[in-house]
């Protein structure tokens, strides 16, 4: 069994296109090829109408059931998730951004394509990927894997792609190690990987940059950067200053709030 996570907060206006296509698309699959999927939507701290549209696609799709978290964070809400469907004993357990960036159709190819590896994790930088994205998007991805590469030695050319898929073996040696740091989690999922020798597997993607995104403001970078060399310094010999480093972060965001 696949289980397919999608993360949720306050998605109440993207949401409903991604579960009909997903529902529909997976639904059908298992006719075909007998492939049996779940889609688990975990709800984190959601304050519009995520849940009630989320319970409505539950009735219509008995592929689509969901968590319902008091607490937020894409971290978090994927780690739960994790958890959740290793007590489903899903043998491949992967996620998705709800904003359908990317199509049911893409994420399938992943799947197609795991091959022998431990997992399989969508690029939109590798060689035959197709994407349709703003060039200021294009310019800060390239330049975060740039310093995500530099850090942790990464052969991968894209960390930050909301589509990946691993085996239940993966899932169940790393999540109890997973901290649910929001913009440093995809990247402390493959140092996980890395550090415990699984082959991960990149394949180029069909991705699409949806309105609505989440990530628009000067923050952004700033804070994703932050957050891996944060990670970078907790997984190293001088993760005694973190305490101190914390301190100046937060301090360069304060000064860009105030701009």
Not at 41 to 69: A, R
Not at 160 to 167: H, P, V
Not at 208 to 230: F, H, L, N
Request: glycine share 6%; aromatic share 12%.
């Amino acid at each position: 069994m696949l289980t397919i996570i999608i993360p949720a907060y306050n998605e109440e206006k993207r949401i409903p296109a991604t579960l009909e296509s997903y529902g529909g698309f997976f639904l059908e699959k298992e006719k075909k090829s007998g492939l049996k999927t779940k889609i688990l939507v975990v709800i984190n701290n959601s304050s519009d109408n995520t849940l009630g549209v989320v319970e409505n696609y539950h009735k219509k799709f008995k592929n689509i059931t969901y968590l319902n978290l008091i607490r937020g964070g894409k971290g978090y809400a994927t780690v739960e998730g994790f958890k959740e469907a290793l007590r489903k004993d899903s043998d491949f357990i992967g996620f998705v951004d709800a904003d359908m960036a990317t199509s049911p159709e893409a994420f399938y190819d992943l799947y197609k394509n795991i091959g022998k590896a431990q997992g399989i994790i969508a690029s939109r930088w590798k060689n035959g990927a197709k994407v349709k994205r703003s060039s200021g998007k294009l310019f800060r991805s390239k330049g975060f894997n740039i310093l995500t590469r530099f850090l942790f030695l990464f052969p991968y050319q894209d960390t930050q792609c909301g589509a990946k898929i691993f085996r239940k073996n993966v899932v169940k040696e790393i999540v109890d190690n997973l901290e649910s740091a929001e913009w440093a989690f995809d990247v402390n999922i493959l140092y996980l990987c890395k550090v415990n020798k699984f082959k991960i597997k990149e394949h180029p993607t069909i991705w699409e940059d949806k309105e609505g995104s989440k990530i628009t403001s000067i923050k952004v970078p700033i804070k994703m950067a932050g957050g891996v060399i944060r990670l970078r310094l907790l997984k190293s010999p001088f993760k005694v200053i973190v305490r101190a480093y914390d301190k100046f972060l937060a301090k360069i965001i304060k000064m860009h709030n105030l701009i």
